[in-house]
């Protein structure tokens, strides 16, 4: 399972990185880890805080806008 994880993780930071086109396999993974998240946070407060880096929020940007527009 770890390395289900592990793989929209390397995606994301692969496409932020430019080794990787940001495409819908990419903005699928963000959906994936932002859900994951999300579930994270409501089983444990201590999580509350937890974020994604301001890269990645652009990139989720970007994701919202293709959705879009």
């Known amino acids: 399972m770890?390395?289900?994880?592990?793989?929209?993780?390397?995606?994301?930071?692969?496409?932020?990185a430019?080794?990787?086109?940001?495409?819908?396999?990419?903005f699928s993974s963000l959906a994936i880890l932002t859900e994951r998240m999300e579930r994270l946070k409501e089983v444990d407060g201590a999580f509350s805080n937890v974020g994604f880096s301001s890269s990645v929020m652009k990139l989720k940007e970007r994701a919202n806008a293709v959705a879009i527009g």
């Open 2 to 16: 770890f390395e289900v994880n592990s793989n929209h993780c390397q995606i994301v930071n692969r496409s932020l």
């Open 18 to 26: 430019g080794e990787r086109a940001v495409d819908e396999q990419t």
